[in-house]
């Protein structure tokens, strides 16, 4: 790890959020460019990962684009099993279901008895943008509501959706949005790590912020990349964007949750307050603080800690099985 640099205190963001979009988009698409490679090289040396198949499902959005669903399942299994449906992060603005980090953890989850379904959303930036809000919550529910529609097909008993970082905002927003259109029986649990769902960063409003400030992420880039995703804070109150503002009413009746943070996580108050609203609400929730882990550690590093790794796995896994 010493080797990538990332022992090192993470630097600041080099710009502000009133830059112009277009140099934050050009600013976004340098740092996926990054992050890919970096997740790629923590990929190099892991084992390959026996007795698990996967395919690649194409649907179609409402505005007529491509929405790809990489879909992993174990070989030699007897089903119906457990389906995750699995968002990948990057602060809803970069980063894809095909790279390295999350094929890989797809692949891991498969292999410990589940199937398991990535979607490929629209981004806020990057490769695969630019497309703000609601845009890739859309694809993401459009994607959930195919897999509800196919689970027989698929060989699945139930859905539980599951997200990290960006991926765990839109993991927390689906079951809010899926219960204001109606159809929120399709999702029997969520569970999201390291939720990125505050939407305001520019004060350090939660202990974590400070304490936790450049431990791998530098709390400067929030800001940037909520002002991609959610450009001119149009929606900084919206639940649907930012979980963290969601109101009792919004949660009142959603189904269990685990919300896992880390300890070393800028954002890791964030998600127990969210958890705390979960329970205020009467959402039956598990919350969680990893020690010692940075943010998604436990996705990120399993060379360097393959035991908690497999501990993210049965977890998820886990809680999966007990809504069955």
Excluded at 115 to 136: C, D, I, K, S, T
Excluded at 185 to 212: F, H, M, R
Excluded at 258 to 286: F, K, Q, T, W
Aim: charged share 20%; aromatic share 8%.
């Amino acid at each position: 790890m010493g080797k990538l640099g990332l022992l090192d205190h993470a630097d600041g963001a080099p710009l502000t959020p009133d830059v112009g979009r277009e140099t934050l988009l050009q600013f976004v698409d340098a740092v996926e460019e990054g992050f890919e490679g970096l997740f790629a090289t923590l990929a190099e040396d892991l084992p390959p990962i026996h007795g698990v198949t996967s395919e690649l499902r194409t649907i179609t959005g409402d505005g007529g684009h491509e929405i790809g669903l990489h879909v992993h399942r174990p070989e030699g299994v007897e089903g119906p099993l457990p389906v995750i449906y699995q968002v990948h992060g990057g602060g809803m603005v970069m980063l894809a279901a095909k790279g390295a980090l999350y094929t890989r953890w797809r692949d891991e989850l498969a292999a410990a008895g589940a199937v398991v379904v990535g979607v490929e959303y629209r981004n806020g930036g990057g490769a695969l943008g630019p497309h703000p809000f609601p845009a890739g919550l859309e694809d993401c529910a459009t994607g959930l509501r195919w897999v509800a529609d196919h689970l027989g097909e698929l060989g699945g008993t139930h859905i539980v959706v599951t997200g990290d970082s960006g991926g765990g905002n839109l993991a927390l927003a689906l079951p809010i949005k899926a219960k204001r259109e109606g159809w929120a029986e399709a999702i029997a649990g969520v569970y999201a790590q390291c939720p990125y769902i505050l939407g305001d960063w520019t004060e350090a409003s939660l202990p974590s912020l400070v304490e936790n400030d450049r431990y791998w992420l530098n709390r400067s880039l929030f800001p940037l990349l909520a002002e991609v995703y959610d450009p001119g804070a149009g929606n900084a109150a919206e639940a649907t964007c930012w979980p963290y503002h969601a109101t009792a009413e919004d949660l009142r009746g959603l189904p269990p949750h685990v919300i896992s943070c880390n300890e070393l996580d800028p954002l890791r108050d964030e998600g127990v307050a969210y958890h705390r609203a979960l329970l205020a609400a009467g959402v039956p929730s598990i919350g969680k603080v990893n020690l010692g882990l940075c943010h998604v550690g436990e996705l990120m590093f399993r060379s360097a800690m393959p035991d908690v790794y497999a501990e993210a796995v049965r977890d998820v896994l886990g809680f999966a099985r007990s809504l069955g």
